[in-house]
């Protein structure tokens, strides 16, 4: 399984290049995409790779003409990475409906990156009433189009195959989840995290494999239970690698999430009966939902019920520094948390500047405090 | 005598006793049976005021607490309560206040009984008022105005349109009244024709020597903004537009000297509005437009109103994206005769101020005008630092005249 | 039994021994560039004042910033909890320590068992640190030691609104070319300082009593400036400097308590 695991974390470091060696080998396009509530099951479907972009720890040098210092790193880095030509294999672009930064991001992207395709789809804010629900399948349909427009023709057969093998991705993932919430010690929440996000890069039949693999040979581990502080991870993105390798040397580890990157890209599945896109935008509609939605299966709702069914004694919010929408939900969040007797800890994070001392000296003391309230 | 380099209006101080009277008598009618609603500031007031419910607007609270320079002490609170300080300067401030009925008026604001939030200015403002729903306990109606990315689709016109009815009835619910669309019309036709005044106001400027500066209109606009709907600011509106025109007939410009127009581009800097007023107009520069203040000049078609109010209110320059935005500020630079553009890089705006660097090259590249672009935030005066603007203005001033 | 606690910070490390809970040794020492041979030097000059050499240790625990890089360590844990168990060994009653240090500030609050339930840190920002202090005598051409006595004799200090170090410079400077006083300028840094600590520490729950630690602690002008703020009365330790190592120490005599047993 190490085996397995280094190849993910390989690819996890290179996502270019998987993409590249993906487009030779296949001939197919690959289209670039920045947030969940894309549906990339029509994608797939129509012969292309998703490709999901990332921050870069890299320094800014480019984007700093187009962006000010006070918006997320994610946007300056992703922004920076290809006007610097680092994404030039993408054939195009997809933005749909984020938050302030995004929606300027992809204007910004369009009028200075300029790929063959560039998509915006706006899906509702209010994700909750038949209003919404109504506008949000038209946002889809009309998605679909320009896909087809670009990509060729989607047919019901190819869409619902997409379906099913995202689908079957989904639920290996929520395995893997389950099976690290039982016993922390099988595999560690940096290669938890890897492979969710290799698969938000790679071809899912291909990352399908991998994870099956995985799975399998987690379950016939035999590893006892140790001490490791189970945690609950709270955020955007976690795709800082350091990070989790510090948390796990310290004695933690992540057991559950609600990142962008984590449980929220593969919860929910997507129950065929009748028109499939229909199907598709309703696993997004009903599915927890991003910070940026208002309505429906808000953010944080749940947030206690999440940390106590996964066995963690402590949250750490992980937090992009002037990621907006995140940090309004903080404070009410921590305070569901204090009220319940949930300890946490705010991290505060910006792409390439995550201090290793400091981070650990703080995960480590926070660690201190668990297991001081344990003894 | 001391020669001031600004003309002040005369009729501001019937608009400060208007704004004053509508304070009062919102803070009057907190707890009674006549509903407050909190509303964002693009949203759509025609509907409360056609239901005889007093707006607030949080967001006009907080000019008033950058100019008065209480949003320092405000935005505090919210931030020992764990909000980032990164995070919009005017919700930091309401929420403070909110939390602890501190503010620009004795008391606070008045308690809102129910919120109506319209996102077509940013995002910020459906978390801000998740917050508020929460703090006060009152329900919260969001207007979703899906953002225009160089054109709009029939179907988001549709659902902003629908939207309209459901308002309504969130609105019956929320008054124990029946919607009148009689009275609504009524509304509507004074709306309109307050905006109709106020563009021909900010029309005013296009005259050489301009009557007023953005500086007047910033203060000017509090009506229409506010109470957009009922007589008063159209008897407002008039006073002031008679004023300009006098100001025109008699050859008079609000500033001493008209060397140089200039457009201004965000939201003012409010507790530095004297200061950079009086620096621009000693040196000779007029900021004749702005897209601020223009952005409520909007068109409404009164045989349709619903449906073109809705197009307008999903069409503010802040919905749209960058080369849409950039068309504006081009036709305001040209119908005004600008020298050059002065935009304020506000921290606490990012749908306001990403993009200004792209537009800034842009209007340089097409049009050959220089462009100013001076950081600060709206209404935190800590990300300030007067001593190094005023040089970049002076600097900039100066090469104007080359 | 006889434990050490070895704190090697940014600026400067110390080290205190325990003999059975007393402390028969300590010291204080600058950094410089090499956090180990900073600790094993720190350590080495304790025992020495203790009349020791390493070999009667039983127990060493390492805290701070440098702790990883000390081979001699039995145990590293973090300076917070350390703090937190200085302080309440020292003051029962201590519910929050403030930690002022040469490059970063923390707020710990502590539960009446003496045990850690909330922190905040702040690392990336020198307004509130001893640096502050550093940057702004010497702009104002004053002795760093003599900054607090001076801001007390201060009747109205000059506010100074900036939340950066480098923008509250330049206030400086703008205001003694306007002519206001140094005292008043020195006086309404300390309030800048007391305003910074403030705002960050009141994200946990502040309760008396209050133990300030760390170098700045010295400052009788912080302090001063910090008990007007939190309006009540802040317990300033005989030695500030100390408590991470005193913590480590202490907790060096616990877990060598527990081995044995």
């Known amino acids: 399984m190490n085996e397995e695991l280094d190849k993910v974390k390989q690819i996890r470091d290179d996502p270019s290049f998987y993409a590249k060696t993906w487009k030779e080998r296949t001939g197919g396009k690959v289209i670039g995409i920045f947030c969940s509530y894309v549906p990339e099951e029509l994608i797939a479907a129509a012969g292309a790779l998703p490709f999901r972009v990332f921050g870069s720890n890299k320094p800014v040098s480019r984007s700093g003409a187009h962006l000010q210092t006070y918006c997320c790193s994610f946007a300056r880095t992703a922004l920076d990475s290809t006007l610097r030509r680092e994404l030039e294999f993408l054939d195009g672009a997809v933005f749909t409906h984020t938050c302030d930064t995004m929606q300027r991001l992809s204007d910004i992207w369009r009028l200075n990156a300029g790929f063959d395709f560039h998509a915006d789809f706006v899906l ?32 019901a057969n190819k869409l619902e195959k997409s379906i099913q093998t995202y689908n079957t991705n989904r639920g290996l993932l929520e395995e893997l989840y389950m099976l690290k919430c039982q016993n922390p010690e099988l595999i560690s929440c940096e290669d938890v995290f890897s492979l969710v996000y290799t698969s938000m890069i790679m071809e899912k039949e291909e990352h399908n494999g991998i994870l099956e693999k995985v799975v399998s040979n987690l379950k016939s581990e035999r590893k006892n239970k140790g ?66 939605k208002h309505g429906g299966k808000s953010f944080a709702k749940d947030l206690p019920e999440r940390v106590k069914n996964s066995g963690a004694k402590g949250v750490i919010f992980f937090l992009l520094k002037f990621c907006d929408p995140h940090a309004f939900e903080y404070p009410h969040a921590k305070k569901m948390l204090d009220d319940c007797g949930i300890p946490s800890l705010h991290i505060e994070f910006e792409y390439g500047s995550l201090p290793a001392g400091q981070t650990r000296t703080r995960v480590e003391a926070f660690l201190e405090t668990l297991r001081g309230r344990r003894d | 005598m001391d020669k001031k380099p600004y003309l002040k209006i005369k009729a501001t101080e019937q608009m400060k006793q208007l704004m004053t009277e509508y304070y009062i008598e919102a803070k009057t009618c907190e707890g009674t049976e006549r509903p407050i609603c909190w509303i964002t500031s693009g949203g759509p007031v025609e509907f409360l005021i056609a239901m005889d419910v007093i707006p607030i607007y949080p967001e006009n609270h907080g000019a008033l607490l950058g100019a008065s320079k209480m949003a320092v002490e405000l935005a505090e609170i919210a931030e020992q309560r764990g909000f980032s300080s990164d995070l919009c300067s005017y919700a930091r401030a309401d929420i403070g206040g909110a939390l602890t009925g501190k503010g620009a008026i004795p008391g606070g604001l008045p308690k809102p009984d129910f919120l109506l939030c319209c996102n077509n200015i940013c995002g910020t403002v459906v978390k801000w008022y998740e917050e508020l729903s929460r703090i006060f306990d009152v329900p919260l109606f969001l207007f979703d105005t899906p953002f225009i990315h160089q054109r709009n689709t029939e179907h988001a016109r549709e659902y902003v349109r629908k939207q309209c009815n459901e308002l309504i009835l969130f609105l019956e619910k929320m008054t124990k009244k029946e919607f009148s669309e009689e009275k609504f019309f009524e509304v509507a036709l004074l709306s309109v024709e307050a905006v109709s005044l106020w563009k021909e106001v900010l029309a005013k400027a296009e005259h050489s020597p301009s009557p007023l500066t953005c500086f007047d209109a910033f203060i000017h606009m509090a009506p229409i903004v506010t ?69 409520w000049a909007v068109d409404i078609d009164i045989d349709e109103p619903l449906s073109s109010m809705s197009r307008a209110y999903q069409n503010i320059y802040l919905n749209i994206s960058i080369d849409l935005m950039l068309e504006r500020i081009m036709d305001l630079v040209r119908r005004y005769r600008a020298d050059g553009l002065v935009m304020h890089s506000n921290r606490s705006c990012k749908p306001y101020s990403l993009g200004q660097y792209d537009i800034a090259r842009e209007v340089t590249s097409r049009t050959g005008k220089p462009v100013l672009i001076i950081e600060a935030d709206m209404t935190d005066s800590r990300a300030y630092s007067e001593a190094h603007l005023r040089e970049r203005i002076l600097a900039f001033i100066e090469s104007l005249g080359k | ?151 007390l004799q201060s009747k109205s200090p000059a506010p100074i609104s900036s939340v950066c170090t480098v923008f509250a410079e330049s206030e400086v400077v703008s205001r003694v070319a306007e002519g206001v006083s140094k005292v008043d300028i020195i006086a309404g840094i300390h309030n800048a300082i007391a305003s910074r600590i403030y705002a960050m520490a009141v994200r946990i729950p502040v309760r008396e009593k209050i133990v300030m630690t760390g170098g700045v602690a010295y400052n009788v002008g912080v302090v001063r400036a910090l008990e007007e703020r939190f309006k009540t009365s802040i317990i300033v330790p005989e030695k500030p400097q100390h408590m991470g190592a005193l913590g480590a120490a202490i907790i060096a005599g616990e877990r060598f308590s527990s081995l044995k047993k």
């Open chain 1, 124 to 155: 509702p804010v209010r994700f909750g009433g038949e209003l919404a629900w109504e506008y949000h399948l038209h946002e889809l349909e009309g998605f679909r189009s320009r896909l087809e427009a670009f990509l060729g023709g989607i047919d």
């Open chain 1, 227 to 292: 001490q490791k502080e189970e945690l609950f991870g709270v955020g955007s993105i976690m795709d800082q690698w350091e990070f989790l390798r510090i948390i796990e040397d310290v004695g933690g580890t992540i057991v559950d999430d609600l990142f962008c990157n984590g449980r929220r890209y593969f919860e929910g599945q997507v129950v065929c009966n009748g028109d499939l896109l229909e199907a598709v935008g309703r696993r997004l509609w009903e599915r927890m939902a991003c910070p940026c």
């Open chain 3, 1 to 151: 039994m006889i434990v050490a606690g070895v704190d090697i910070g940014s600026l400067t490390a110390k080290a205190i021994i325990l003999s059975d809970g007393k402390t028969i040794g300590e010291s204080l020492i600058m950094t410089g560039h090499n956090s180990r041979i900073a600790g094993r030097n720190a350590l080495e000059l304790a025992l020495k004042d203790a009349k020791l050499d390493d070999s009667a240790l039983s127990y060493i625990v390492a805290t701070g910033y440098g702790r990883l890089s000390v081979e001699f360590a039995s145990e590293q844990v973090t300076e917070i909890t350390c703090h937190a168990k200085g302080a309440h060994a020292l003051y029962p009653e201590v519910r929050t320590v403030i930690d002022l240090g040469g490059q970063d500030s923390k707020a710990i609050a502590i539960g009446e068992d003496g045990k850690v339930v909330d922190f905040v840190m702040n690392e990336k920002c020198a307004a509130g640190t001893g640096r502050f202090l550093e940057v702004m005598a010497s702009a104002l051409e004053v002795e760093l030691k003599e900054l607090g006595d001076i801001s």
């Open chain 2, 227 to 295: 109470l957009r709907g009922t007589k008063k600011v159209v008897d407002y509106y008039k006073l002031l537009l008679a004023e300009m025109e006098e100001r025109i007939r008699n050859g008079i410009g609000a500033i001493t000297e008209e060397k140089f127009r200039l457009v201004w581009d965000n939201i003012p800097i409010w507790y530095a509005m004297r200061s950079l007023g009086n620096l621009f107009a000693e040196n000779g520069a007029c900021l004749v437009a702005d897209t601020y203040t223009t952005a």
